[in-house]
């Protein structure tokens, strides 16, 4: 897996307000790539690039808008960007630790990933892609040495800040999703059509279509995802839900994950770290571990109740303190009777408070049904969850909320309309300090 080497003497010691304190091997990467810790000891991973890309004002500022577009792609297997900056006349990037063993490590010391690993890794892949693009950027240098097998399932590093530009397209990021998902099943490069022998439907045939010379032909990364899901429109959506299946990869890497000596390589939030950030904020302090079982390892790790408002469970593993409600919340509708209404149906962002923290807050609720989703997003954190309706009075609508990714904690949301148009947000876990702010429509 990558290594972690000790600084060299002419490397940085800062980058911003981060410390390094090593130098990340193992990554393909133009630039180096550092270990470093934030004020509060969490690790991050930081790319310093060269002066050349930031060489005047204006480029600075593009740099700027494209870091920004980049911290929007959604928590969902891909190690997300967090942050960014100069440091003198270098600018840098700042994207989660994940712990893990690269793909191309995992296939030359396990051998071929198996079916159903196979099946679970492509899905990962797929949408750790998908997350990406949907933000309007690419990956451009996408393959096995581009996919850590966390503990948590396949997570998509080391993608491009920039939009699509000459040969770097989503296109050419599928023919290369298609190529890696080869390299998994058969432990080589890809060098014939008779390598698609080796994978099994529906997945032969998507690859088939992924490597279609006329890149116009090929599927975009979400109908990957879609048609390996077997559905277009799963309640907890196709991100989340291709996040949940993910985790079938993780089961077989972990033992990989275990045996590698070295520190681990690129997201998660160092325990104790984590522990300090729960006691003092709303609690929701993930770094976006965004597949299902991501979810079971994070959760179990939570010990302070009193840290955020609510307790996470997933959807895109389990752990007994995210299957139980916490005091005070409304037991599950028994039968699925009740449905949103229709006027509230759409997507609806804000931001939230809960004592002296600020979040963005987007939430999508599906008319005439009971169900709906919600994000959390902080300046290094991401969340995203289910929300089922519990209860609705007038006015005043009461959901229950299941984290499916990040750290976050499950709760009751209050949402009531006003006569704005807006909706007044207040939700409540198990912290003693509510969480509340107002949303307005997209």
Not at 75 to 84: E, K, Q, S
Not at 354 to 371: E, K, T
């Amino acid at each position: 897996m990558p290594q972690v080497a000790p600084l060299r003497p002419d490397d940085p010691k800062r980058a911003g307000r981060y410390r390094l304190t090593g130098r990340i091997t193992g990554i393909p990467s133009g630039s180096p790539v550092y270990l470093g810790r934030t004020t509060d000891g969490d690790r991050v991973a930081i790319t310093l690039l060269g002066s050349e890309r930031t060489p005047d004002a204006a480029a600075r500022d593009r740099f700027t808008a494209e870091a920004r577009a980049a911290r929007q792609v959604a928590p969902f297997c891909v190690a997300r960007i967090l942050d960014a900056g100069m440091e003198g006349d270098r600018a840098y990037l700042v994207s989660e630790y994940v712990p893990g063993p690269l793909l191309s490590e995992v296939v030359a010391s396990d051998g071929p990933r198996g079916r159903a690993a196979l099946e679970a890794l492509a899905i990962g892949m797929a949408t750790g892609l998908a997350a990406v693009h949907q933000a309007g950027l690419v990956h451009g240098e996408f393959g096995p040495d581009h996919v850590v097998l966390a503990v948590e399932g396949p997570r998509v590093i080391g993608f491009a800040i920039t939009p699509p530009y000459g040969a770097a397209t989503p296109a050419a990021d599928m023919h290369a999703w298609a190529r890696t998902v080869l390299f998994a099943a058969t432990g080589r490069t890809p060098s014939s059509a008779r390598d698609l022998d080796a994978l099994a439907e529906p997945l032969r045939a998507v690859v088939a279509s992924c490597v279609a010379p006329d890149s116009p032909a090929r599927p975009a990364a979400r109908q990957v995802v879609m048609r390996l899901l077997g559905r277009d429109n799963p309640p907890a959506g196709v991100l989340a839900e291709g996040s949940r299946r993910a985790a079938g990869a993780a089961l077989r890497a972990a033992g990989a994950a275990q045996r590698a000596s070295a520190e681990p390589t690129i997201s998660a939030r160092h325990p104790s770290a984590a522990r300090r950030r729960q006691s003092r904020s709303i609690g929701w302090v993930a770094a976006a571990i965004v597949c299902v079982l991501a979810i079971v390892a994070a959760v179990r790790v939570l010990q302070d109740a009193d840290s955020a408002p609510g307790k996470g469970g997933q959807s895109d593993g389990s752990a007994a303190s995210s299957t139980s409600s916490p005091a005070g919340s409304p037991s599950p509708s028994p039968a699925r009777t009740l449905t949103l209404p229709a006027s509230v149906a759409g997507t609806w962002s804000g931001s939230v408070r809960q004592g002296s923290d600020s979040i963005a807050a987007n939430v999508r609720l599906s008319g005439n049904s009971p169900d709906g989703t919600i994000i959390y997003s902080g300046t290094s954190f991401v969340c995203a969850g289910d929300l089922t309706l519990g209860a609705s009075t007038g006015s005043v609508l009461k959901l229950n909320q299941q984290i499916v990714a990040g750290n976050c904690l499950n709760g009751v949301l209050t949402l009531t309309q006003e006569a704005d148009g807006s909706l007044k947000f207040h939700f409540k876990g198990p912290s003693k300090v509510a969480a509340t702010g107002t949303l307005t429509r997209k």
